[in-house]
């Protein structure tokens, strides 16, 4: 059984790579190679870790979620920047 630290380590890590993954279609789809099909799968991801990143960041932040989803993606685009540098997942 994991304790506290290691279901910390675990949530970071899946942040990390969720955050990857988004800046990861952001790429892909700034430099158009992608078709439609892609796209919508891309759209599903990418809708579903900037809500997971906006409902995160609401927790400290007290601002409706539709004035902070900006804050959250640049969190997610930060995250992600980070997780591609260190290599980590």
Same mark, same amino acid.
């Given at each position: 059984?994991?304790?506290?630290?290691?279901?910390?380590? =675990?949530?970071?890590?899946?942040?990390?790579?969720?955050?990857?993954?988004?800046?990861?279609? =952001?790429?892909?789809?700034?430099?158009?190679?992608?078709?439609?099909?892609?796209?919508?799968?891309?759209?599903?991801?990418?809708?579903?870790?900037?809500?997971?990143?906006?409902?995160?960041?609401?927790?400290?932040?007290?601002?409706?979620?539709?004035?902070?989803?900006?804050?959250? =993606?640049?969190?997610?685009?930060? =995250?992600?920047?980070?997780?591609?540098?260190?290599?980590?997942?």
């Amino acid at each position: 059984m994991l304790d506290g630290a290691h279901h910390m380590l =675990l949530a970071e890590t899946l942040g990390l790579a969720m955050a990857r993954r988004a800046a990861e279609i =952001l790429e892909r789809h700034r430099s158009g190679l992608t078709g439609d099909d892609q796209f919508a799968l891309d759209n599903a991801i990418f809708t579903a870790v900037l809500d997971a990143a906006n409902e995160c960041l609401g927790r400290f932040d007290s601002r409706p979620a539709d004035d902070r989803w900006c804050d959250a =993606l640049l969190q997610v685009l930060n =995250l992600g920047q980070i997780a591609n540098i260190s290599g980590a997942c």
